[in-house]
């Protein structure tokens, strides 16, 4: 048997046996691109299962209700996915808005420009196509659906072509993803609330004053904060508000700042550089120090990162899959790809989307708000606003806030066809464009449009 006390060659730290197992599993889990292979799995075995004999039992599974404690929180098992643990995925989505605009592309008002623009466009124009085909029939509600783009579904596409991809490209995909989240967080809140109940809603702000108010006593304690977050949410699914946007605000309030300086940090481990080499055996002095040291170590971090780190793994692997298998099944036959609502999510997606991006960019550009990252031509960009007109996850989402009955069904049909029809498209002509355009000077990157 190995020793539990061995140490490893790039680590003073002792490793333990199961250590060979959860160290590259943990670095898996923490691979952006494998959550988007896990999603299209267990896409794939929704559409499977609602279309195979297995049918009733699988939809019926959805529909089971569950209760927390008293009647009125009684609800289904999807009614808890899409309004609980969703919950944490928008949690998420608020400190990647926090940690950009904070730290990130979009900090700089010029980067952030060519993002926010184009992320606008790739919202207003799927949204006007699907209006253009559904004004005044009965889908038209679910204007909001083709608005989205999935980040996890973005990335693996990306991962999938490797280094052909250019760091501009993914920069700019991957910001304008971002973007476009706090859009569709915007059109949820807007669009898709219909009655207010005050009170409740009293009580949810009143849990984000306590929220506050305990950032700045200095409460370091997370499980305080889940507590109170717990509240937040509640009030807000009591209110009529969509409860995910308790996890948007929550997320964004998230401080980005570390509590202990490397300066502290330094002056910590100083201290315990001294007493390591003095008299190790008074236990009392022993157990604050290494307490210290501890807290010291966590709070180099600040909260946002320690987060982000800790829940990313089981958004993408755990929430957003278990939405998808509950959200994606959908029976359909062929002919459901031509219904009106289909048509129109699925034009939205794969046609809108890339437009709308490519003409907020052009405009951008020739006004001379922003310049396209380096090696990104314009026969690039529209290979990208291809790849984000993959909705998927927030689509379907909104199409369940839209739309029930046929009409949800076929909006599903239509973001599952767009998102493909969309992926592939932008995958093949960024395979077939990215050879070239890494060769170019870099100059091309940066070349005005043509007249």
């Known amino acids: 048997m190995a020793d539990p006390h061995a140490t490893d060659?790039?680590?003073?730290?002792?490793?333990?046996?199961?250590?060979?197992?959860t160290k590259p599993l943990s670095d898996f889990l923490h691979v952006e691109a494998a959550g988007g292979v896990v999603l299209v799995v267990t896409s794939a075995l929704a559409l499977v299962l609602a279309n195979s004999d297995l049918s009733d039992a699988y939809l019926a599974l959805w529909k089971t209700k569950f209760s927390i404690g008293f009647e009125p929180m009684t609800h289904s098992l999807k009614h808890w996915i899409s309004d609980?643990?969703?919950?944490?995925?928008?949690?998420?989505i608020g400190l990647e808005v926090k940690r950009e605009i904070v730290v990130?592309?979009?900090?700089?008002?010029?980067?952030?420009?060519?993002?926010?623009?184009?992320?606008?466009?790739?919202?207003?124009?799927?949204?006007?196509?699907?209006?253009?085909?559904?004004?005044?029939e009965p889908g038209q509600h679910g204007w909001g659906i083709p608005m989205a783009t999935d980040i996890a579904f973005v990335v693996g596409c990306m991962a999938v072509l490797g280094s052909r991809v250019p760091p501009g490209l993914r920069v700019l995909l991957l910001s304008l993803a971002i973007a476009d989240d706090i859009g569709a967080i915007l059109v949820i809140a807007v669009g898709y609330t219909e009655t207010i109940h005050w009170v409740p809603l009293g009580l949810a702000f009143a849990g984000l004053a306590v929220t506050y108010s305990m950032m700045r006593l200095g409460v370091r304690s997370i499980g305080l904060y889940a507590v109170v977050g717990v509240g937040v949410w509640l009030g807000f699914h009591e209110s009529g508000v969509h409860a995910t946007i308790a996890g948007v605000i929550l997320g964004v309030m998230t401080p980005p700042d570390r509590w202990v300086s490397q300066g502290r940090l330094q002056q910590v481990f100083g201290q315990a550089h001294e007493f390591l080499h003095g008299d190790w055996s008074l236990a009392s002095q022993r157990r604050a120090l290494l307490q210290r040291m501890q807290t010291a170590?966590?709070?180099?971090?600040?909260p946002l990162e320690r987060l982000e780190y800790a829940l990313h793994p089981w958004m993408s692997f755990a929430i957003v899959p278990l939405f998808a298998l509950a959200n994606a099944g959908v029976p359909f036959e062929l002919g459901d790809i031509g219904e009106p609502v289909a048509v129109a999510t699925g034009l939205g997606l794969?046609?809108?989307k890339p437009l709308g991006i490519f003409l907020a960019s052009f405009i951008a550009v020739k006004l001379g708000w922003a310049q396209l990252p380096q090696g990104v031509t314009w026969g690039v960009l529209i290979g990208g606003g291809f790849l984000a007109g993959i909705g998927f996850t927030m689509a379907l989402f909104i199409a369940g806030l839209a739309l029930d009955g046929d009409m949800l069904d076929y909006a599903?049909?239509?973001?599952?066809?767009?998102?493909?029809?969309?992926?592939?498209?932008?995958?093949?002509?960024?395979y077939w464009l990215l050879p070239a355009a890494a060769a170019s000077p870099p100059a091309a990157a940066t070349a005005a449009p043509p007249e």
């Open 9 to 21: 060659s790039d680590d003073s730290l002792p490793r333990a046996p199961i250590q060979r197992i």
């Open 84 to 92: 609980a643990l969703m919950v944490i995925f928008f949690f998420v």
């Open 104 to 136: 990130g592309e979009l900090r700089d008002r010029r980067k952030a420009v060519l993002p926010i623009v184009a992320a606008v466009g790739g919202m207003v124009v799927p949204a006007g196509i699907y209006l253009l085909l559904q004004w005044g």
């Open 297 to 302: 170590a966590r709070e180099a971090l600040s």
């Open 350 to 352: 794969v046609l809108g």
């Open 412 to 430: 599903k049909v239509g973001t599952l066809a767009g998102s493909i029809v969309a992926g592939c498209a932008g995958m093949g002509l960024l």
